[in-house]
C-alpha cells in the first residue's frame, strides 16, 4: 500500500482535520496528514481517514483522532494540528496536545493552527458588520447597509420552502413554470467557506422564481419575507 509506507517513513507531520454534515445529515470527519517524503523529497497530502461519527463534542472527537493516529503510528510525530473556526474543534485540539507527545523539532507539545481561509473570511465578515458593503454607497444612490441584518433577512427568505413541506412543494412548482432545475435553496454555514457567496449567486439566478414565490404563492404571514428592490440590489452589489 502506498500510503503506509510513506507515514512510517516520515519524521513528522502536520495535521489538518475538518467536520461537516453530508447530504444524508450524517455527521463526517476528516483527517488529512501533510509531509515531506524523506525518500523523494516531494510534498504528500495523504488522507488518514474519513470518519463517520455519532458524536462531535470536543473530546468525542479527540478520542477518534487519537485512534486514527495510533493506528499509522502518528501520535509522536504531529507536530500542528490545523483546523477550522468550530468551537468543538478547538477543543478537539486542546485535548490533544495535551495527551499527545511530539519528538520532531523537540517541541514539548504539538502546535495549534486555525486555517487560513476561514481566518480571511472571518475578517471579511467583521469588516462588513462594521461598515456595512464598504465605505462608500451602493450603486443607485443607496445608503449603506447593515450587512449582517440583510443576510439574516435573506436566510429567512429561503427558510420556507425547505423546513416545510407545502414550502418545498410550492417552490418546486414554481421553478418548474419559471422553466428552472428544480434546487432547493443554499443557506450559508459560518464555518464553511464560499456558501455565503453560493447563496447569493443561486437567488440572482432564480430571482424571478422567489420573486413569484414570495409575492403571490405563500401564505399571508410569509409574504413580509419578500425580497424588495433594495435587496435585489444589495445581493447583486456583493456578487459583482
Known amino acids: ?136 454607497q451602493l450603486d443607485h444612490g443607496l445608503p449603506k447597509i447593515k450587512w449582517f441584518e440583510r443576510v439574516t433577512k435573506l436566510s429567512k427568505c429561503i427558510t420556507w420552502t425547505k423546513k416545510s413541506g407545502k414550502g418545498k412543494r410550492i417552490w418546486e412548482e414554481v421553478q418548474q413554470e419559471k422553466s428552472l432545475e428544480p434546487h432547493l435553496l443554499i443557506t450559508p454555514v459560518k464555518t464553511r467557506m464560499g456558501s455565503l457567496l453560493a447563496m447569493l449567486k443561486q437567488m440572482l439566478e432564480k430571482q424571478e422564481a422567489l420573486d413569484e414565490l414570495y409575492h403571490n404563492c405563500v401564505e399571508k404571514k410569509y409574504k413580509t419575507q419578500a425580497l424588495q428592490n433594495t435587496d435585489w440590489l444589495v445581493i447583486k452589489s456583493v456578487v459583482d
Open 1 to 136: 500500500m502506498y500510503v503506509e509506507p510513506v507515514l512510517k517513513r516520515c519524521a513528522s507531520v502536520a495535521l489538518s482535520f475538518n467536520l461537516w454534515m453530508s447530504r444524508k445529515c450524517e455527521d463526517v470527519f476528516a483527517l488529512i496528514a501533510h509531509l515531506v517524503d524523506p525518500a523523494t523529497w516531494e510534498v504528500r497530502h495523504l488522507c488518514l481517514g474519513i470518519i463517520k461519527t455519532d458524536h462531535t463534542d470536543g473530546s468525542s472527537l479527540a478520542r477518534q483522532v487519537t485512534a486514527c493516529l495510533q493506528k499509522h503510528e502518528l501520535q509522536d510525530k504531529v507536530v500542528v494540528y490545523v483546523k477550522d473556526q468550530g468551537s468543538n474543534l478547538t477543543t478537539c485540539t486542546k485535548s490533544l496536545c495535551s495527551s499527545l507527545t511530539t519528538h520532531p523539532m523537540g517541541l514539548q507539545k504539538p502546535l495549534e493552527g486555525s486555517c487560513f481561509a476561514h481566518l480571511l473570511s472571518k475578517s471579511l465578515l467583521r469588516v462588513l458588520a462594521k461598515t456595512g458593503h464598504g465605505e462608500n
